[in-house]
């Protein structure tokens, strides 16, 4: 039986799609929800723009975490150059938003999952 959220898994084009719009819309719900929430306790409910940054930084989180999890499950994580797209994935999610940052996890979830020897410097299988 295929779990929805096996990160592990190699997935299809059709896949893809739908594990790229379901995470979007989960970050930008979580995002929304945790920036408007932090806004209000820090007494600043009327700034929707303390909000919207608080929602990028959560949406740039979730996207390294994801990437991680993803890598892990590959065990693709000792991968220099995948650390490094890691890193790039929260950069960009945080300054292009969500929609472009969230290309780099859902890059990942294309990869064919790794023997524990294989990807540490891009090999190829």
Do not use: W
């Not at 990942?108 to 891009?122: I, P, Y």
Request: charged share 15%; proline share 2%; aromatic share 12%.
């Amino acid at each position: 039986m295929n779990a929805p959220i096996d990160y592990g898994k190699k997935r299809s084009l059709k896949e893809i799609v739908g594990f790229y719009c379901v995470h979007v819309f989960f970050i930008l719900i979580a995002g929304g929800i945790i920036g408007g929430v932090s806004a209000l306790l820090v007494g600043k409910g009327d700034d929707f723009l303390f909000g919207r940054r608080i929602g990028e930084v959560v949406a740039g989180l979730f996207s390294v975490f994801v990437s991680m999890v993803i890598l892990y499950k590959k065990h693709m994580i000792k991968n220099p150059l995948y650390i490094l797209l890691i890193a790039l994935a929260g950069i960009v999610t945080y300054v292009g938003g969500v929609l472009i940052g969230f290309v780099v996890p859902t890059y990942f979830a294309t990869l064919q999952t790794a023997t524990m020897d294989r990807h540490v410097f891009g090999e190829k299988e």
